[in-house]
Structure formats: structure tokens, C-alpha cells
């Protein structure tokens, strides 16, 4: 039978360089006008009467993140519903999986595609909430719209919690997570979700990235801009996604900013906090570790051993999102990392690192959230 690779579909993303080599030679697609790529995302039709497929992305060596490819284990579904990963290595400079599909059609990725349809699915169920309203803060580049979930009684009483994903689009463990906090949030008989409304209200970005999402990036908007090194010049013409979050920002406040992303290279779940900002002091420093201890218990997948080294005092980078809005509005602000390989204190041979993981870190964050809400401002 002949074999039929596809990438023609929404965040699809390879290149087939030589069909009839064993391995299988592919290549990634850099995002566009950028340098950066690494997510991936495939179907094969044809083999299942092929006692092994052998596949090679033979350009893994200059990708963004190479020293990722190490533990790295591609993920593979036949229904797009459940994904599992499949026997990779990485060796000179090219990433090889092997895989004997029990089905005609199968799909690889580089982590669990989390789809513009399911996207829209999303924040149309949200929506529905006696509780939350739906707003278009304005169009990316590409003429998708940027949704705005606001959550909660919007008085000027109430502590105001943002939280984004997505600014890097190939991160799709970062939608997952939002998904897992709305679940909980919007759940009228969740009784940590129900307490935390009594107190603040909630600004959801789900998707920062839109046209990167469905153009298959890993990093990048529609022009090669990584939005998360905008957040002290963004323009409507670069990065229309951060300038439009920014305006809203102001609006609202911000006593508590999460910002949710993943880690092509670090295999555990961890935080990234802002003692290099020049506004960091005793008072935010009490609000992370009240917040990290919460996070400690709520849920086993997060730690605090490893993740990036910390910046000296009044060395942070202002161009990235949590530092920005930290020294903006002087207020606890975080980003989360999770996965792409796995968590190497919890590892799961089947799954590693997975939509559902990332789905229960989110709606862990609420009871972190409640452990602090009050002493926000």
C-alpha cells in the first residue's frame, strides 16, 4: 500500500524529503520569516500493513531547543483523542522513531495538538457559565480574533487575577492547563472555585498566539515575532496579541498574573518567579512561597528542586510577560512550565507528560491561588 503523509490541516507542520529512504526522511518547517522551529504535527495513511514504519526529522539537529531531543518521545494517536508515545532516539543530529501503526491512519506530534476547533469549543462553553461573559479584545495579524474570558463579579473590590497561554503556540500543554482551571472554576459545586469568586474575578486568555497555533509554529506569530520578548514595545503591527492584552491590563488591574507555558527541555513541572525585577520585596516574596507551598500540595506533579536559575536582583528580562506585569502593577506574577518529555520524579512510559497532566496542574493552581488571594493587595 502506498503511504500518504499529510500536514495539510490545522497546526500541521512537516516536510517530506525522501519517501522512499528507510528511515523515512522528514524535515520541520520553521516558523515563518523566524528562525525557530521544533513542533511537529503528521499523519501517515498506508501502513498499517507494514510491520514498522521508521521515520527520521533528519533537520532535529538546528531546531530551537535540540538539547531536548535527548529524553524526547514523539506522541502518536488514531483517534486525536488519546495520545502515547512511541520508541524515539536522537542520533547524528536526527530524531528517529519507530512505530508499527494497529491502524490504517495515524498521527504524530510533538506534544498533544490542542486544535483552534477545540479552542473555539472552549471558550463557546465557557460562555455559557451563568458567570463568565466572552469579549474580543481585538484581531492577530491574521484576522483571528483574541478571546477574552472574564469570570466573576468585576467590582473594584475584588483582586484581579489574569492568567495567558499560548504565547508560544507549539506550548499546547499550556491551553490544557487552562482548560483543567475553567473545568474547575465554572464547576458551581467546586467549592475552592466558588470561594475565590466571592473575592476576585478572573481575566482568561486561553490562546495568545492564534495564527501561530494554526500555521503550525512552534514559537512565533504570523511574522516571526516571539510575543513573549514584546512586552515593552509591542505594536499593533508586530505583535498586535500582547499590545491588545496590555491595553486591557490596564483597565482592569492586575493583583495576580499567571502566565502558562512549556519546557522543551526540562523534563519536571516548576515556576518561574521574579526576584530580578526592580520592584521585587519581602511582601512578594512571602506571595510566591505561600503560593508554592499550596502548589506543593495541591498537586505532586509540581516541584521546586529544579527549573531555571534565578536572576540577580534588577537583572530581569522586562520583555517578557511575568516580569513586565510584575514591576508594572508590583503584584505576584508567575510562569508556569510544564513538559514536553515527562516528569522525570512521576514518569509515565505510555504517556509521559500529557494533556490530562497539564489539564489537573491548571486546575491545581486554584487552590494555590485561594492560599494567597487575600493578602494580594
Known amino acids: 500500500?502506498?503511504?500518504?503523509?499529510?500536514?495539510?490541516?490545522?497546526s500541521g507542520n512537516i516536510e517530506v524529503i525522501n519517501l522512499q529512504s528507510n528511515p523515512i526522511e522528514l524535515a520541520i518547517r520553521?516558523?515563518?520569516?523566524?528562525?525557530?522551529?521544533?513542533?511537529?504535527?503528521?499523519?501517515i495513511a498506508g501502513a498499517k500493513d507494514r510491520d514498522e514504519l521508521k521515520l527520521s526529522l533528519i533537520n532535529a539537529a538546528g531546531a530551537a531547543f535540540a538539547e531536548g531531543w535527548q529524553y524526547f518521545q514523539v506522541v502518536a494517536s488514531y483517534d486525536r483523542e488519546e495520545w502515547f508515545r512511541v520508541p524515539t532516539c536522537y542520533e547524528d543530529g536526527c530524531l528517529i522513531f519507530n512505530h508499527a501503526p494497529e491502524h490504517d491512519l495515524v498521527w504524530y506530534s510533538y506534544?498533544?495538538?490542542?486544535?483552534?476547533e477545540r479552542h473555539q469549543d472552549l471558550i463557546g462553553w465557557a460562555q455559557t457559565s451563568d458567570i463568565c461573559t466572552l469579549a474580543t479584545i481585538g484581531n492577530s495579524l491574521d484576522g483571528r480574533p483574541l478571546s477574552l474570558l472574564t469570570i466573576g463579579d468585576a467590582s473594584t473590590q475584588k483582586r484581579k487575577i489574569w492568567l495567558t497561554a499560548r504565547q508560544h503556540p507549539g506550548e499546547t500543554m499550556a491551553e490544557f492547563a487552562i482548560e483543567g482551571l475553567l473545568q474547575k472554576l465554572l464547576d458551581p459545586n467546586d467549592a475552592c472555585g466558588r470561594k475565590l469568586l466571592k473575592d476576585a474575578v478572573f481575566y482568561i486568555i486561553p490562546n495568545m498566539n492564534p495564527d501561530g497555533s494554526v500555521r503550525g509554529h512552534l514559537r512565533t506569530n504570523a511574522v516571526g515575532v516571539n510575543l513573549n520578548r514584546e512586552w515593552i514595545d509591542a505594536t499593533m503591527e508586530r505583535s498586535p496579541e500582547v499590545f491588545l492584552t496590555q491595553q486591557k491590563m490596564r483597565e482592569t488591574g492586575v493583583d495576580?498574573?499567571?502566565?502558562?507555558?512549556?519546557?522543551?527541555?526540562?523534563?519536571?513541572?516548576?515556576?518561574?518567579?521574579?526576584?530580578?525585577?526592580?520592584?521585587?520585596?519581602?511582601?512578594?516574596a512571602k506571595l510566591e512561597a505561600d503560593f508554592k507551598q499550596q502548589l506543593l500540595i495541591s498537586n505532586p506533579d509540581y516541584q521546586t528542586v529544579h527549573g531555571y536559575?534565578?536572576?540577580?536582583?534588577?537583572?530581569?528580562?522586562?520583555?517578557?510577560?511575568?516580569?513586565?506585569?510584575?514591576?508594572?502593577?508590583?503584584?505576584?506574577?508567575?510562569?508556569?512550565?510544564?513538559?514536553?518529555?515527562?516528569?522525570?520524579n512521576l514518569p509515565d512510559a505510555t504517556h509521559g507528560w500529557s494533556a490530562q497532566r497539564s489539564s489537573d496542574i491548571g486546575a491545581a493552581l486554584l487552590p494555590a491561588m485561594l492560599a494567597v488571594v487575600n493578602e494580594l493587595r
Open 1 to 10: 500500500m502506498i503511504l500518504h503523509i499529510n500536514s495539510q490541516f490545522d
Open 30 to 43: 520553521h516558523d515563518n520569516q523566524s528562525d525557530f522551529y521544533q513542533w511537529f504535527h503528521f499523519s
Open 111 to 116: 506534544f498533544t495538538p490542542y486544535s483552534w
Open 256 to 284: 495576580l498574573f499567571i502566565d502558562c507555558h512549556g519546557d522543551e527541555e526540562i523534563p519536571y513541572v516548576f515556576l518561574v518567579d521574579n526576584q530580578g525585577i526592580p520592584a521585587y520585596s519581602p511582601r512578594l
Open 309 to 344: 536559575d534565578t536572576d540577580l536582583p534588577g537583572q530581569a528580562n522586562l520583555s517578557l510577560a511575568s516580569a513586565s506585569v510584575g514591576q508594572t502593577y508590583n503584584c505576584l506574577s508567575l510562569t508556569l512550565e510544564m513538559p514536553f518529555i515527562d516528569n522525570f
